[in-house]
């Protein structure tokens, strides 16, 4: 079929790009995960992040960020270094090691559409990557890319949770890959134990409202005594990404625009 064809020469092109993975799921709109969204709103656990507000339905229907969309394609992207900072010195998220992944990523994206565009036809698409109201772990989990840890974090079982999701819709129907059913964080709590701040919740409830990245992020006005609890981080958080016994599987990324600057 036509949309197998396509499906493949995507997934291709994609990993000629640098993205470790690509899945592909219908779009529609995400009903369990609006629901989810909302009461995670209404518990205040997105702090002063008021622009989680903004866009409700659009955040959990692609169908409206572009017209005619038929496909959510996302793709991940390795960011895990080959060498961490000491213990001792302000810490930064490892994500934050290289030059800034929005611009990165999108640049990839815009060349992965121009791909399509030549290689197939007239194909209306949006490429997003952290910066546009789309749930990207929720389409991760659709796609079959992972399932989502009790930490918030996407999880894929041979390499961890240290990659960037980015997602590119488009008015294009292809081979639907099958979702991630099964959770593989067990009766594990390592992510749990180790937040100094609390912020993950045992019932997978991430209180945003408490996490370190927020507070190093986000914020304009720090509290004092939370400050106290930071141990070191300057930028981010990753102590629920540390202490996950998957990311013994992660491998270091080859993107030059990504190591240590």
């Given at each position: 079929?036509?949309?197998?064809?396509?499906?493949?020469?995507?997934?291709?092109?994609?990993?000629?790009?640098?993205?470790?993975?690509?899945?592909?799921?219908?779009?529609?709109?995400?009903?369990?995960?609006?629901?989810?969204?909302?009461?995670?709103?209404?518990?205040?656990?997105?702090?002063?992040?008021?622009?989680?507000?903004?866009?409700f339905d659009k955040r959990v229907d692609p169908r409206l960020l572009v017209d005619?969309?038929?496909?959510?394609?996302?793709?991940?992207?390795?960011?895990?270094?080959?060498?961490?900072?000491?213990?001792?010195?302000?810490?930064?998220?490892?994500?934050?090691?290289?030059?800034?992944?929005?611009?990165?990523?999108?640049?990839?994206?815009?060349?992965?559409?121009?791909?399509?565009?030549?290689?197939?036809?007239?194909?209306?698409?949006?490429?997003?990557?952290?910066?546009?109201?789309?749930?990207?772990?929720?389409?991760?989990?659709?796609?079959?890319?992972?399932?989502?840890?009790?930490?918030?974090?996407?999880?894929?079982?041979?390499?961890?949770?240290?990659?960037?999701?980015?997602?590119?819709?488009?008015?294009?129907?292809?081979?639907?890959?099958?979702?991630?059913v099964k959770d593989y964080c067990g009766t594990c709590n390592r992510c749990v134990?180790?937040c100094p701040t609390e912020a993950i919740l045992p019932d997978k409830t991430v209180?945003?409202?408490?996490?370190?990245?927020?507070?190093?992020?986000?914020?304009?006005?720090?509290?004092?005594?939370?400050?106290?609890?930071?141990?070191?981080?300057?930028?981010?958080?990753?102590?629920?990404?540390?202490?996950?016994?998957?990311?013994?599987?992660?491998?270091?990324?080859?993107?030059?625009?990504?190591?240590?600057?």
């Amino acid at each position: 079929m036509i949309s197998g064809r396509n499906t493949g020469l995507i997934k291709n092109e994609a990993a000629r790009l640098g993205f470790m993975q690509c899945g592909i799921s219908k779009a529609e709109r995400l009903n369990e995960d609006a629901d989810r969204l909302e009461k995670w709103l209404k518990q205040g656990f997105h702090g002063n992040m008021q622009y989680m507000e903004n866009h409700f339905d659009k955040r959990v229907d692609p169908r409206l960020l572009v017209d005619g969309a038929r496909s959510v394609i996302t793709l991940l992207m390795n960011y895990y270094p080959d060498q961490v900072q000491e213990q001792g010195v302000p810490l930064v998220s490892k994500y934050a090691y290289g030059e800034d992944y929005h611009f990165v990523i999108r640049k990839k994206l815009y060349e992965l559409l121009d791909f399509i565009q030549k290689e197939i036809g007239a194909v209306n698409g949006r490429g997003f990557v952290d910066s546009a109201p789309v749930l990207e772990r929720s389409w991760a989990v659709r796609s079959g890319l992972g399932w989502i840890g009790k930490n918030g974090n996407l999880i894929h079982r041979q390499s961890g949770s240290f990659f960037f999701i980015a997602t590119l819709i488009v008015d294009l129907e292809l081979d639907y890959d099958t979702p991630h059913v099964k959770d593989y964080c067990g009766t594990c709590n390592r992510c749990v134990e180790a937040c100094p701040t609390e912020a993950i919740l045992p019932d997978k409830t991430v209180r945003g409202d408490q996490c370190i990245s927020y507070f190093t992020i986000e914020l304009k006005s720090l509290d004092f005594n939370t400050n106290l609890k930071w141990n070191d981080w300057m930028f981010g958080c990753d102590i629920c990404q540390d202490v996950c016994p998957w990311n013994r599987f992660a491998k270091a990324q080859d993107e030059e625009v990504f190591h240590p600057k």
